[in-house]
Nanobody, 126 residues
Framework: QVQLVESGGGLVQAGGSLRLSCTAS????????MGWFRQTPGKERDFAASIDWSGDRTYYADSVKGRFTISRDNANNTVYLQMNSLKPEDTAVYYC???????????????????WGQGTQVTVSS
């Protein structure tokens, strides 16, 4: 049974930083691309960032490019999202996700992800 557990959310002032972590269990973590998505009430879950299975390729939504960095530590089954220069519009529940198929590149489409964490709230005050 695959499990993803996020941590690191919280309240931060605009311009501040947070680092989210997501630890996976239940399958060989290093074989799967991972992503971070975010969702606000009444809206769809949107892509934020992804990383391929090897860690060599990363992808970002335009809205976070240059401010967020995704990385992974395959030895510790963990993926991170470093968020800098946070803005009030970054306020959302952030979800970690794992792709269904092995050796993926890290899709921006949530439909290719079969495993999701419980979500962690990030609130950025102005």
């Amino acid at each position: 049974q695959v499990q993803l557990v996020e941590s690191g959310g919280g309240l931060v002032q605009a311009g501040g930083s947070l680092r989210l972590s997501c630890t996976a269990s239940g399958r060989t973590f290093s074989r799967y691309a991972m992503g971070w998505f975010r969702q606000t009430p009444g809206k769809e879950r949107d892509f934020a960032a992804s990383i391929d299975w090897s860690g060599d390729r990363t992808y970002y939504a335009d809205s976070v490019k240059g401010r967020f960095t995704i990385s992974r530590d395959n030895a510790n089954n963990t993926v991170y999202l470093q968020m800098n220069s946070l803005k009030p519009e970054d306020t959302a529940v952030y979800y970690c996700a794992g792709e269904r198929g092995a050796y993926g590149l890290g899709s921006s489409s949530r439909y290719l992800y079969g495993y999701w964490g419980q979500g962690t709230q990030v609130t950025v005050s102005s």
